[in-house]
């Protein structure tokens, strides 16, 4: 598919998505989960999602935790587990409104390797951040995932440049969202090969939220091969009891020491990589 022909398509998505773009900004219309308040009163101002890849779910879930903040007025510093590299083409579609067809034709949102970060739902993200843009509201997208050479860990960059560029460091809350593995508390020394992100932050400057589901299907990768991705069932994480029917997020949740609460998105489904669903055959 040519790069005109992904770039109607990504104009007909940004057509049908909410939040066109607006002299002032409109209200927003948000479904913030149940126990969101609780977690905007807390004194922290990064929040990191502990996610399994490749669902419909958790894109959904992050973006009324976005509009949430933005209704009450505060700025988003909002990071993705991509690669730096791709952030000029990440600017480049969020300014021309989630038209741009660039991003598709870097690297990791190309290659076969497509490990369930780079999905139609995060496409769909991607999108609806660039009109919430476009209509005046102050949100921005990071790609977080830097390596340093000769450092302990692969998270050890990715630490250092949320540190100096994501709230607390800045006005603003900051959300990024990440693999289970990368933010779950694990208590390792930050100069320690084990280290990940949570390594390099105390509890009073972050809180790690991690997701609680249902069964179903995630499009994830086993192995380090192309042949091992793609739509895999999932058994339910069900960490915490709710009464709430649909998402939720609950503090302080009684697991098992590894984070601060959970956010719960009920069934999971899986998303496809984003470029397949731009193919001809996809």
């Not at 040519?2 to 409109?26: F, V």
């Not at 800045?170 to 694990?186: P, S, T």
């Not at 999932?234 to 649909?246: E, F, I, Q, W």
Request: glycine letters at 8%; aromatic letters at 10%.
């Amino acid at each position: 598919m040519t790069r005109t022909a992904i770039a109607a398509a990504l104009a007909l998505l940004a057509l049908l998505l909410p939040g066109r773009a607006a002299a002032t900004p409109p209200p927003l219309a948000c479904e913030t989960p149940a126990g969101f308040q609780e977690l905007y009163e807390r004194p922290q101002r990064l929040i990191f999602l502990a996610e399994i890849h490749g669902t419909e779910q958790v894109p959904a879930f992050l973006y009324e935790l976005i509009c949430g903040y933005l209704a009450r007025g505060e700025r988003v510093v909002l990071g993705l587990e991509m690669d730096h590299g791709d952030q000029p083409a990440i600017d480049a579609f969020l300014k021309d409104g989630g038209r741009n067809p660039d991003l598709l034709f870097t690297y990791w949102w190309w290659n076969d390797f497509q490990f369930g970060v780079h999905t139609s739902a995060k496409l769909d993200l991607l999108t609806r951040v660039a009109l919430l843009q476009a209509a005046g509201y102050p949100v921005e997208v990071h790609a977080v995932v830097r390596y340093e050479r000769d450092a302990p860990s692969t998270d050890t960059g990715r630490a250092r440049y949320i540190r100096e560029n994501f709230p607390p460091a800045r006005d603003g809350i900051g959300i990024v969202l990440m693999g289970r593995l990368h933010v779950l508390w694990n208590g390792n020394p930050p100069d320690q090969p084990t280290a990940n992100l949570s390594s390099h932050f105390d509890r009073d400057e972050a809180i790690v939220l991690h997701m609680s589901h249902e069964a179903g299907k995630a499009w994830v990768c086993y192995g380090t091969r192309a042949s091992g991705c793609g739509v895999w069932e999932r058994a339910a994480l069900n960490l915490v009891d709710s009464p709430h029917k649909g998402p939720f997020i609950k503090l302080d949740a009684d697991t098992v020491g590894e984070d601060d609460g959970v956010f719960y998105v009920g069934p999971i489904t899986p998303s496809p990589p984003a470029f397949a669903t731009l193919r001809p055959d996809g």
